[in-house]
């Protein structure tokens, strides 16, 4: 038992592409996801940390970093299909943290099995670096769709993408980061030109105005 099964495995979520099964005129894998969401988690840290919240960055890069780790197990499934009922997300979720224990219980090193149990569970939780993850792995999502409708993508599934990240990203506004990120950044987004500016910008203006 040791490391290498591990680090092997980390080439793994290279070939593991997102939104599978839909036209894309840009292909992201699972691996170069978790880094931009590292690197957004970390922008968004900094601001929470600038408006007088402490943040544990440990916590924060360790789920960042690891969150769809877990997917190496059984991929990325299609949006519409993990959030088509609770019961199933539930399932999903558990059957992803069954796995992960697995893989920790016989292929990690002992002395090694309750740092990797931690950060192979489930990142999202109460905590401030739980919601910054939210927030940061909906951000990438809503830059992977806006950039599809950018280039004129007629696969109607990215609307529903961008909408659906937007809305989350929403519920979260009571963080300074997010208020941020809505009034600063956002609206850079949505001034570059594309094809449809005007009815995103009015799917948009229609989220963040309704309660």
Not at 14 to 22: D, M, S, V
Not at 84 to 111: C, W, Y
Not at 167 to 174: E, G, R, S
């Given at each position: 038992?040791?490391?290498?099964?591990?680090?092997?495995?980390?080439?793994?979520?290279?070939?593991?592409?997102?939104?599978?099964?839909?036209?894309?005129?840009?292909?992201?894998?699972?691996?170069?996801?978790?880094?931009?969401?590292?690197?957004?988690?970390?922008?968004?840290?900094?601001?929470?940390?600038?408006?007088?919240?402490?943040?544990?960055?440990?916590?924060l890069y360790e789920k960042a970093l690891n969150h769809d780790y877990n997917e190496r197990f059984i991929g990325d499934i299609?949006?519409?299909?993990?959030?088509?009922?609770?019961?199933?997300?539930?399932?999903?979720?558990?059957?992803?943290?069954?796995?992960?224990?697995?893989?920790?219980?016989?292929?990690?090193?002992?002395?090694?099995?309750?740092?990797?149990?931690?950060?192979?569970?489930?990142?999202?939780?109460?905590?401030?670096?739980?919601?910054?993850?939210?927030?940061?792995?909906?951000?990438?999502?809503?830059?992977?769709?806006?950039?599809?409708?950018?280039?004129?993508?007629?696969?109607?599934?990215?609307?529903?993408?961008?909408?659906?990240?937007?809305?989350?990203?929403?519920?979260?506004?009571?963080?300074?980061?997010?208020?941020?990120?809505?009034?600063?950044?956002?609206?850079?987004?949505?001034?570059?030109?594309?094809?449809?500016?005007?009815?995103?910008?009015?799917?948009?203006?229609?989220?963040?105005?309704?309660?």
């Amino acid at each position: 038992m040791g490391m290498h099964q591990y680090l092997q495995s980390l080439s793994n979520l290279e070939t593991i592409q997102r939104a599978p099964g839909f036209f894309k005129y840009q292909n992201h894998s699972v691996a170069a996801h978790s880094f931009k969401v590292a690197e957004t988690a970390q922008f968004l840290g900094d601001v929470e940390e600038n408006a007088g919240q402490p943040v544990d960055w440990r916590s924060l890069y360790e789920k960042a970093l690891n969150h769809d780790y877990n997917e190496r197990f059984i991929g990325d499934i299609k949006t519409p299909v993990k959030y088509a009922t609770k019961s199933l997300r539930g399932m999903l979720a558990d059957v992803e943290h069954k796995l992960s224990q697995n893989f920790v219980q016989n292929e990690i090193p002992t002395e090694f099995q309750a740092a990797y149990s931690r950060r192979l569970s489930e990142g999202k939780d109460d905590t401030l670096e739980g919601q910054i993850l939210s927030v940061a792995d909906k951000i990438d999502l809503l830059y992977e769709s806006f950039g599809e409708i950018q280039k004129g993508n007629p696969e109607p599934v990215f609307t529903d993408i961008y909408q659906e990240s937007l809305k989350t990203i929403v519920a979260f506004k009571q963080l300074a980061s997010v208020q941020y990120f809505l009034k600063a950044v956002l609206p850079e987004m949505l001034a570059e030109p594309f094809t449809n500016q005007d009815k995103l910008q009015a799917l948009t203006h229609e989220i963040l105005t309704t309660d």
